[in-house]
């Protein structure tokens, strides 16, 4: 690993310090993640988080990790064996790392400010039992262009395509190993056939719908690096809400101690 790629942040007796504009926001079970108004996350984040939950005993790597909710939620109640979370840009990778030091997961998470496409020297190829990533929803050049810099990088594909991510994730990951990924329904056939075209292969899919009257409004996919083609299995539609607009038992039980912030 680079030294020069660890992400150093100052801290005030022993305890990271919070930039202006910045907060703690509690996920439950003690973790907290820190956030800002241009590194945050969304339900989105919380239901990927939970749809690629690792096992105890897996090396796992989260890419555009943003403010490092997904990696902080897979350590809120049985950490894997590492995670290592790639983030690139610099302000946000150091709220990643402060918040590992604030939950006293440095042993666990390891943070890397560097680009999904060119981690060489930084990470092990090839060794990794699931990779994730929430990428940006909105084609590169498409759609109105959000001013703020770190706002276009999360939303648009502006530093790497989807064929950019699924090949970081081929080259990262193990024979076997899984690749999990959300994204909106309208960028299905983008996303299995990217996955595809980088030698994983498509095995999971799960649609995700506001209320049972609405259509879907994101979908969830796994794929296996090195799969034998075919074999895909829809799960069950994850509503949010109930038919009385409340939250969905599942809902309720995938955010955990988080729900209280709704209920």
Known sequence: MSD??????????????LNPGEHF????????????????FSTDTILLA????????EKVIELGSGCGTVSLIWCRKSPPRSVTAVEIQPQ???????GVLHNKLENVITVINGDLRDLGGMVEFGSYDM??????????????????????IARHETECTLDDITKAAARLLRFGGRFCICQRPERLSDVLLS???????PKKLRLVQQRKDK??????AEGKRGG?????????????ENDNFELSQEMIDIYGDYKEKYL
Do not use: C, W
């Open 50 to 57: 939970h749809f690629s939950a690792p096992k105890k005993h």
């Open 195 to 201: 996955m595809r075209n980088a030698g994983i292969e």
């Open 228 to 240: 034998q083609p075919g074999g895909l299995v829809v799960q069950p539609t994850l509503f949010i």
């Open 215 to 220: 259509a879907p409004k994101l979908f969830l």
């Open 92 to 98: 946000a990778a150091d709220m990643i790392r402060r």
């Open 131 to 152: 990779a994730a990533m929430n990428p940006p929803y909105k084609i590169g050049g498409g759609g109105l262009v959000n001013p703020n810099e770190n706002k276009k």
């Open 25 to 40: 926001e509690p996920l439950g079970n003690g973790i907290s993640v820190i956030v800002s108004d241009e590194n945050h």
């Open 4 to 17: 020069n790629m660890i992400i150093h942040s100052t801290e005030s007796n022993g305890e990271p310090m």
